[in-house]
């Protein structure tokens, strides 16, 4: 006989159990009673023919065929959702969108767009995630349901859709009063670069740009916040090195040159494949690419 088919409930609260870590925290995070969580998952188990949780005292972790069977159950999940948003008129969007977007691109590219979608679509909710952590984290986030946009790195290292919406330059920041200023690569020898060390992915390209340039004897000290960077930057104690558009207002103590080579950077509006004809979606990303195709560059030049 073949397994049973999974229920919605069942999904539901596997997915919810695995999020949490524990039935106890899915419980809280769910409003649902823990017992019910407990039969749910106990029950699709069984549908199944298979253990989804090692179970312990400090929580559940899943088996090598509960990690199998937790992708599908999103996706399955995702699709029931989708179901229902592929029918809703574009004249009257109502629901969610989360958009996981870099920080300098959901402050700086954002809000107009929000304003935009607020007078075009009031019955929509815009939640606003950011990812910073690894240029991968976000994308993640699309491809498990969490996200429904992203305004990340362009191209993506993932099978999703993409179009390029902004494209700024990687910047050298540092004190006026440094006796020695970076011009060439060669400058950069025994100098010590100031990065953030909550993305990983920006000291990697640290590392990799040193290594392709033959930058030598250079460290990498890493802090976990961009103001703290620029604060050490104006007491002279390094280089650090940030986006255009990640840039804030800088005092008169810091200035900003261009790198020997032109480290462009390029900022994308991106989607999964399958839900791009969703209504809602299609709204906000058309939202997204003809606010920044009709808004002059110089409304964003910094610094």
Not at 127 to 135: G, I, N, Y
Not at 141 to 158: K, Q, S, Y
């Amino acid at each position: 006989m073949a397994p049973l088919k999974p229920t919605l409930s069942q999904l539901q609260c596997f997915v919810a159990v695995s999020d949490a870590g524990s039935f106890n925290e899915a419980a809280a995070r769910t409003g649902m009673s823990q017992s019910t969580l407990s039969e749910a998952v106990q029950t699709l188990e069984r549908h199944l023919r298979c253990t989804l949780f090692h179970r312990s005292r400090n929580g559940v972790t899943l088996t090598a065929a509960g990690a199998r069977a937790l992708d599908h159950a999103r996706i399955a999940l995702m699709a029931i959702e989708d179901l229902t948003r592929a029918v809703e008129d574009p004249q009257e969007l109502s629901g969610t969108v989360r958009i996981v977007s870099l920080r300098s691109a959901a402050s700086k590219l954002l809000p107009r767009v929000l304003v935009r979608l607020r007078q075009d679509h009031p019955g929509l909710n815009v939640v606003v995630l950011e990812s910073e952590s690894h240029a991968s984290a976000g994308e993640t986030l699309l491809r498990r349901g969490e996200a429904d946009i992203g305004l990340l790195p362009h191209p993506p290292h993932a099978s999703l859709l993409s179009w390029p919406l902004y494209q700024d330059e990687w910047l050298a920041i540092y004190s006026r009063k440094r006796q020695n200023k970076p011009r060439t690569w060669a400058d950069y020898h025994g100098q010590t670069f100031l990065m953030n060390g909550g993305a990983p992915s920006t000291v990697v390209m640290m590392e990799e740009l040193m290594e392709q340039h033959g930058v030598q004897q250079a460290t990498i000290q890493q802090y976990q916040d961009d103001t703290v960077l620029l604060a050490m930057a104006e007491h002279d104690l390094g280089i650090t090195l940030l986006p255009r558009l990640a840039i804030p207002h800088l005092p008169d103590t810091l200035e900003t040159w261009p790198l020997p080579d032109p480290m462009p950077r390029t900022i994308g509006v991106m989607v999964l494949p399958r839900r791009s004809g969703l209504p809602i979606l299609q709204a906000v990303v058309h939202a997204l690419l003809d606010t920044w195709a009709h808004t002059p560059e110089t409304q964003l030049q910094q610094p």
